[in-house]
């Protein structure tokens, strides 16, 4: 008995030694690139068209470094796992954030290293300046961008006696949203179908062509006061709402509409040609314009930053600067369609030359790339712009299903948001 | 001990180490071998509840790791949200829904399977079957039959002509579709534990029942209804408890998992996580949390009276009390 209880307390202890020791190697720090053989991590999501040859590229290059790509699933687990680590320790040395709460990751711009002087002026203005905190620190590494443009079915317009050319169809669409929504609405009342696929993707699209949304750069809350707000809730409710399938994407029902080729037209930036391709591989006839209503928007695209605490952080932020260069984008978009937000990618050759056979052929490089040239905005995201934006989506979606009628939808918002 | 020193002749106290360990040994083993469980539930159960109580009266800053105290301004706030209540209204609405049926079925069908059936155990393991499921997956699965535009329940409805239900719009029509999927996973296990129970009924009673003349019916609900009742009122518990935190199917009951545009599906739980890992908020997360902690508690103290008096009264075999006086007189 008295021996075995001894040998629980040496375990015991042994195990708390190994846990100290384990703690204390988790918490070592250097900040030069050559300190012979390293591992750094790499964490992304989804797919950014990292893949294991173009990693070990790097690895050829720098014999003593040894990357381990973690991918996660979605964006939400990065998310979560992300904000649970930051200012503790625990992630990897190069993490990838996704647009969406890429605002979140700025209020703690302080725990993450800065771009180096030499990279700045790299990727587009806005791309940047999205990055750029109050200090005027650039803290993370632009990866891709998502230019729309406008998916639509030439045979679904054909029926209904539009144009089916790719540049007549950019012309009858080069307008506002005004006149995106008037002929949306001829074709919803000559073949009883609908003209898009969600009421809440115009939302987006009209939202992101803002300047303010709804919050002001100096943390002020101006969501319900502001007039272009709620200018673009009454567009998508009055005019958006009759000519769309759903409410919002995603659903069971939206896939299925989708795969069945219900909906002609599709706000769609250059990530969205693959979700299309991917879900209706048996729909024909799908085209993509060189025009967006309303000049040119933005939606999605991600970054790389680099955790001020990390163990590597100057090998790490050599690791981010290629990862993130013209050239290396350019294979990234090959493996994966992540569409590059560095100046020199999109003036090469090389992108001007893509095409793509699902979408009838269309020379998607070319025209991605016009549509980048033309955001001339970057809506300013505040920390709580997701919430914010969530709720207004909700709002719509209420009046999409017939819960509540358009004043009452927006006054519910206005309520919820304001315990914000 | 010293002071109050019996008037018994004393023992010869024995004073060897040896003998003192091994009188150790017998008082503290015990303590000893359980103390795993209590040490892992301090750890990880008494612990972070104590946290979430200091966490829900802070603003909490999850990344930093910093909170600044605000007393119940989180406790207030969070009363005050219409959410909440709504969130309330779905959950007790929800909970009705599916324990009620699931009950009533599981009854039902474990008074089948306690008939003598041909091959039992295939019968048995057969009901459990849908409780292996996982619920994301069968959330997957019902998905497809509740999707409100090719979704096979409503696709069935407009091939017949009638019109189909908007199971994705109205409150109550996607309660029934959540409380559908809480039922086919838990109906299953509740049966098990009924049927366990029914086989514990003494088989004299059913067969001086049937001497007697009484049908099949009568011998139910007047043998088996009443032998049950201390089960069923352990399956009233922890269904309770389980349908209070019910989360994981009306999180996948959509796209998004957060309750519908309307707030339609919101119940306490899915919003709690709405307002920690949506909103990165934990200081009210946490304050809600502790609400939560509360509703289970006073709901698990009103069962647990229910329980103490139906218990009591079963079968007229109560404590006598005259012990207590006698323990007096000894004194």
């Not at chain 1, 720090?29 to 070990?56: K, R």
């Not at chain 2, 619920?135 to 997957?140: C, D, E, F, I, K």
């Amino acid at each position: 008995m008295r021996t075995s209880r001894r040998t629980i307390a040496a375990a015991v202890a042994g195990a708390a030694t190994i846990a100290l020791v384990a703690t204390g190697c988790a918490a070592g720090g250097g900040d030069t690139a050559t300190e012979g053989p390293i591992t750094l991590t790499l964490a992304t999501f989804n797919d950014f068209g990292y893949t294991d040859a173009l990693l070990q590229e790097y690895m050829d290059a720098h014999p003593d470094i040894t990357i381990v790509h973690n991918k996660a699933a979605t964006s939400n687990d990065a998310r979560a796992n992300y904000f649970q680590k930051l200012g503790k320790t625990g992630l990897a040395d190069v993490e990838a954030v996704e647009i969406d709460w890429f605002t979140e990751a700025m209020q703690y711009s302080d725990l993450l290293a800065p771009v180096a002087d030499a990279d700045k002026g790299r990727w587009l203005d806005w791309k940047e300046a999205s990055a750029t905190d109050a200090a005027g620190n650039l803290i993370a590494y632009g990866t891709d961008i998502g230019p729309q443009g406008i998916c639509y079915r030439s045979d679904l317009f054909a029926a209904a006696g539009l144009p089916t050319d790719r540049a007549d169809v950019a012309k009858l669409f080069d307008g506002d949203w005004n006149n995106f929504f008037s002929i949306g609405a001829d074709y919803t009342a000559k073949t009883g179908k609908p003209f898009i696929d969600s009421a809440n993707s115009v939302l987006q699209g009209m939202v992101n062509q803002l300047d303010t949304a709804y919050e002001n750069t100096d943390g002020s809350i101006v969501a319900t006061t502001n007039p272009d707000i709620e200018a673009a809730y009454k567009a998508v409710v009055e005019k958006a709402v009759p000519i769309s399938a759903y409410s919002g994407q995603w659903s069971e029902d939206w896939f299925a509409s989708l795969s069945s080729g219900e909906f002609a037209t599709m706000l769609c930036p250059g990530w969205m040609l693959g979700v299309i391709s991917g879900n209706a591989p048996d729909v024909t006839g799908w085209d993509i314009a060189d025009a967006f209503p309303g000049g040119g928007g933005n939606w999605g695209g991600s970054y790389l930053t680099v955790p001020a605490n990390g163990a590597h952080v100057a090998a790490a932020q050599e690791l981010a600067s290629w990862l993130t260069s013209p050239e290396t984008q350019l294979k990234a978009f090959a493996n994966a369609g992540t569409f590059p937000s560095q100046v020199k990618a999109l003036a090469s050759d090389e992108l001007a030359a893509a095409t793509n056979d699902y979408f009838n052929g269309a020379p998607t490089g070319a025209i991605l790339t016009d549509r980048a040239n033309a955001i001339t905005v970057a809506t300013f995201k505040g920390p709580k712009y997701f919430q914010f934006h969530d709720a207004l989506q909700n709002a719509v979606t209420r009046v999409f299903d017939g819960l509540e009628d358009e004043q009452t939808s927006w006054n519910n918002w206005v309520t919820e948001v304001s315990a914000f | 001990m010293s002071t109050t020193a019996p008037k018994l002749p004393k023992q010869v106290r024995v004073i060897s180490l040896s003998h003192r360990m091994s009188r150790w040994d017998l008082k503290l083993s015990p303590y000893l071998y359980i103390s795993p469980f209590f040490l892992m539930f301090a750890v990880v159960g008494l612990f972070p509840i104590a946290y979430t109580a200091v966490i829900s009266f802070m603003d909490w800053d999850l990344v930093r790791n910093t909170g600044t105290f605000i007393g119940f301004d989180q406790y207030v706030w969070i009363l005050q949200q219409p959410h909440f209540w709504t969130a309330l209204r779905n959950t007790f609405s929800i909970f009705l829904l599916s324990t009620i049926p699931q009950l009533l079925l599981a009854l039902f069908i474990a008074a089948m399977l306690d008939r003598n059936l041909r091959a039992k155990t295939f019968w048995r393991m057969g009901v459990l079957l849908p409780f292996v499921v996982a619920p994301v997956a069968v959330g997957l699965i019902f998905n497809v039959v509740f999707a409100d535009n090719f979704g096979l329940v409503n696709g069935t409805l407009t091939d017949l002509g009638l019109t189909p239900i908007p199971w994705h719009k109205d409150p109550f029509w996607s309660h029934i579709a959540i409380a559908t999927m809480v039922n086919y996973r838990w109906t299953g296990y509740n049966t098990l534990i009924l049927l366990a129970a029914m086989q514990a009924v003494n088989r004299e009673y059913y067969e001086a029942a049937t001497v007697d003349g009484a049908g099949l019916i009568r011998q139910f609900t007047s043998i088996t209804l009443p032998s049950l009742k201390p089960t069923l009122i352990f399956v009233i518990i922890t269904s309770t408890i389980g349908g209070l935190q019910i989360f994981d199917e009306p999180r996948v009951f959509d796209q998004f998992g957060r309750g519908g545009a309307g707030q339609q599906w919101l119940t306490i739980t899915l919003y709690l996580y709405d307002i920690g890992w949506g909103q990165w908020n934990f200081g009210r997360a946490a304050a809600m949390a502790w609400i939560l902690f509360i509703i289970i508690l006073s709901i698990g103290l009103i069962n647990l009276a229910i329980t103490r008096s139906l218990v009591r009264d079963d079968g007229g075999r109560g404590i006598p009390k005259i012990k207590k006086n006698r323990k007096k007189v000894a004194r």
